[in-house]
């Protein structure tokens, strides 16, 4: 289209110059943003050829990548999951043309981002109710508490396991490849976080957490203590997550007795993995138990470690971690559940 163009406009001046001449056509032109060299180039071009015609492009024209076929492409590729040998097959032509055209026409790929799935419905009271958090803690300190597994044997613990070898055959078993049992042993861990990156002691048991045992050992002997140990209870709002247990009617009842203020039910963001820091606090300890070689001998044995682990990190980690939590859920709020994954992106 665009030899096409300058065609037309090559012909308008040739005519304008067989009138007027060399100066008045330069001087015509001009003032139309064309260049002046442009002008002169086209005019003696003229005057050695004869002909106001473009000559042909040199070399093969094109067969394949036809503009037709490129304006397929373009719509098949652009705003959409399907990749270029899907495409390739789609049209009958070869992967190379496909990637030459997307090359061309600079359409770039990214992975795609990892998020939780939503309902609409979550996907609005996420969005109000992470207005109303931020709302209640503007003049508080948050601490969050949530409940993880983590697998007896530091070598099933998830993430990519990797070795150095010069000669593969020689590498031992037991470096070689990562057990994974199908029912591993594993042991559930609470933890509470509050907004300056302190961290509770942890309660570990194996099974199921239930609420009565959720009130007494995690709420009235570990957090409770937590709360008075480094801020004054009304300073304090509790965000659980929305748990079936941590709504129960006795944890509530518990709850106000002792004058702790926390997020209702019906004002708990659903599915907010985003805005609860504690979630990316599970994975740097499970890193740093991963990292152990021998495997605990008992339930008492692993909540020594992971006590000592999960203080490690929270030294290191633990402040920068929470530091935005209100940042992120003003920009859900405002912006949706999505937002905080686009920036950092």
């Not at 309902?119 to 969005?127: E, F, I, P, V």
């Amino acid at each position: 289209m665009k030899v096409i163009e300058r065609q037309v406009i090559a012909k308008r001046i040739l005519q304008f110059y067989d009138k007027y001449g060399v100066k008045e056509t330069v001087r015509h032109f001009a003032a139309d943003g064309e260049k002046p060299n442009t002008i002169r180039s086209i005019i003696r071009r003229y005057l050695r050829t004869g002909t106001s015609e473009f000559r042909p492009k040199p070399g093969r024209s094109r067969t394949v990548a036809t503009p037709k076929v490129t304006n397929a492409v373009k719509r098949k590729l652009m705003n959409k999951c399907q990749p270029e040998r899907s495409v390739a097959k789609d049209l009958c032509i070869s992967q190379t043309t496909v990637h030459n055209i997307k090359t061309r026409l600079k359409i770039k790929t990214n992975k795609c981002s990892i998020a939780p799935k939503y309902t609409q419905n979550q996907l609005k009271r996420a969005k109000t109710n992470s207005r109303k958090v931020y709302r209640k803690a503007l003049n508080k300190i948050l601490v969050i508490d949530d409940e993880t597994y983590v697998t007896c044997d530091p070598r099933e613990t998830g993430g990519q396991r990797f070795y150095n070898f010069i000669d593969k055959n020689k590498v031992p078993d037991n470096l070689r490849f990562k057990p994974n049992s199908k029912f591993p042993k594993r042991f559930l861990v609470w933890q509470a976080l509050d907004q300056l990156g302190n961290v509770s002691e942890p309660y570990v048991k194996v099974g199921t957490l239930k609420a009565e045992e959720y009130k007494t050992e995690c709420l009235q002997k570990i957090l409770l203590p937590f709360i008075h140990k480094h801020h004054s209870v009304n300073q304090v709002l509790f965000w659980p997550d929305m748990a079936t247990i941590h709504y129960q009617n006795g944890v509530q009842n518990w709850l106000k007795a002792n004058d702790v203020q926390y997020v209702a039910k019906n004002e708990n963001p659903p599915n907010v993995p985003q805005a609860r820091p504690i979630e990316r606090f599970w994975h740097l300890c499970k890193l740093e138990y991963s990292k152990r070689s021998k495997v605990p001998k008992g339930i008492i044995g692993f909540k020594k470690i992971w006590s000592n682990i999960s203080k490690t990190v929270a030294e290191r980690h633990a402040k920068a971690l929470m530091k935005n939590i209100r940042t992120t859920l003003r920009l859900i709020g405002s912006k949706g559940v999505y937002a905080p994954f686009k920036t950092k992106n």
